[in-house]
């Protein structure tokens, strides 16, 4: 009797990393559904919190005091990771996900402010196991751990070869998305009034922009309750009147000029964006006003399947609060831009929104340490016979996954 047995085992491993400088110690966990972030307060006064949510009510998005440690836990569920504003970067060719975050700590005593990013990363590898008749016993499995950093000052080669090189070499990008008003960052500490001109900006890591180029995809809104609305779709604007197509000079930073906008029973507007990454450039878009849309060519590179538009997806947002002024009278002019939206069950929204799924230097300065740990699993084959009243061969393949975690700190 001979059978073909397919094996798919998931290994989960629970990466611990304990992080200090300066005032603020953290410690983060990585598993298969979440990741937490331990944040040892330095003071009783101090103030931890996710970036742009410091006031934010839901309950979920903030830490749990317990004994001097602030605690966050953050789903990684599909469903349930946008909730607090958690980024994922899949990587379409291999499967890898990263998912980051970034965590601010205030000092009143010395008026400090401290804030850094943490990042889970999830890799999968297929590894495929032979069994034949040949009276040997079943070969124990090998996992290769590998260890690998990325100084800061990492460059991309002048010649690029194929695509499968140019993401062996080069990181995973790391997209940041910020609101300006006249020039000035928009933090979720600040409202602004509905009809303010705004412009969005949403750009790459130095290190990644020498070699990729970002399209953004997708846009929708939300008051993160039951209103929705879309605002770009397939790369461009549903009303640009609202919301105007991105626009890019270099095709690593894109801007998006928008007038501020809000929904009935909410003060707070979640922006949730789809972004391809691109190796060199992105193919623009041409839409129905006429408008190319952005990207960037310095050299031809055709990969050998698949969409060269997408080798990574990323899922981001960001938030802001618009109101309108206590006490101020309402124009009737600005009542426009106080959005209806769409009513939407938490199914429906995961069944239509698409995906299976920052001047960068003003935000996030230079002054960084980063430390980046990554386990793999690579490749290989086994020999096995299972010899008993019958004879079964079989051929499956087992499927473990690793946890890639990096622990990136900037000192504000």
């Not at 499995?141 to 062996?168: A, C, H, K, M, Y």
């Not at 790391?174 to 000035?184: A, E, I, K, P, W």
């Amino acid at each position: 009797m001979n059978a073909n047995i397919n094996y798919r085992v998931a290994i989960w491993i629970c990466v611990i990393v304990n992080f200090a400088s300066g005032n603020v110690q953290s410690k983060v966990r990585c598993f298969k559904d979440r990741m937490e972030v331990d944040v040892t307060r330095s003071s009783p006064q101090a103030t931890i919190y996710l970036e742009n949510l410091k006031n934010y009510p839901d309950e979920a998005c903030k830490p749990k005091l317990s004994e001097g440690v602030a605690t966050f836990k953050l789903s990684l569920v599909r469903e349930e990771m946008m909730r607090c504003g958690l980024t994922r970067v899949l990587n379409k060719m291999t499967g890898k996900k990263v998912y980051y975050h970034r965590i601010i700590v205030e000092e009143p005593t010395d008026s400090s402010k401290h804030t850094f990013t943490v990042k889970c990363g999830i890799t999968e590898v297929t590894v495929p196991h032979k069994s034949v008749t040949s009276g040997t016993s079943l070969a124990p499995n090998r996992t290769i751990l590998q260890r690998r950093s990325l100084p800061d000052d990492f460059e991309e080669s002048e010649v690029i070869g194929t695509i499968e090189d140019v993401l062996g070499k080069a990181p995973t990008p790391t997209l940041s998305v910020g609101v300006r008003q006249g020039g000035n960052l928009v933090t979720g500490e600040l409202h602004v009034s509905p009809g303010t001109p705004l412009q969005m900006e949403i750009y790459l890591d130095t290190i990644s922009a020498p070699t990729y180029g970002i399209l953004t995809t997708y846009m929708q809104v939300s008051d993160m309750r039951t209103q929705e609305e879309t605002i770009i779709f397939n790369g461009c604007s549903v009303d640009p009147y609202l919301f105007d197509n991105f626009e890019t000079v270099d095709g690593d930073f894109l801007t998006a000029k928008f007038r501020a906008f809000k929904f009935p029973e909410s003060t707070y507007v979640q922006f949730r964006g789809t972004v391809n990454v691109c190796v060199d450039k992105c193919e623009g878009i041409e839409c129905s006003n006429g408008r190319i849309g952005y990207g960037r060519k310095r050299r031809s590179v055709s990969p050998p399947n698949g969409d060269k538009n997408n080798l990574f997806e990323v899922t981001m947002s960001t938030f802001i609060k618009v109101d309108f002024e206590e006490g101020a009278e309402v124009e009737k002019a600005l009542l426009a831009f106080v959005l209806k939206g769409n009513n939407v069950t938490a199914s429906e929204e995961t069944a239509e929104r698409p995906g299976s799924a920052e001047s960068a230097a003003a935000v996030h300065p230079k002054n960084e340490i980063r430390e980046q740990y990554e386990y793999k699993v690579v490749e290989m084959e086994t020999v096995a016979t299972v010899n008993a009243a019958f004879s079964i061969t079989a051929t499956g393949y087992l499927k473990l996954a690793s946890i890639l975690l990096v622990v990136f700190y900037t000192l504000i």
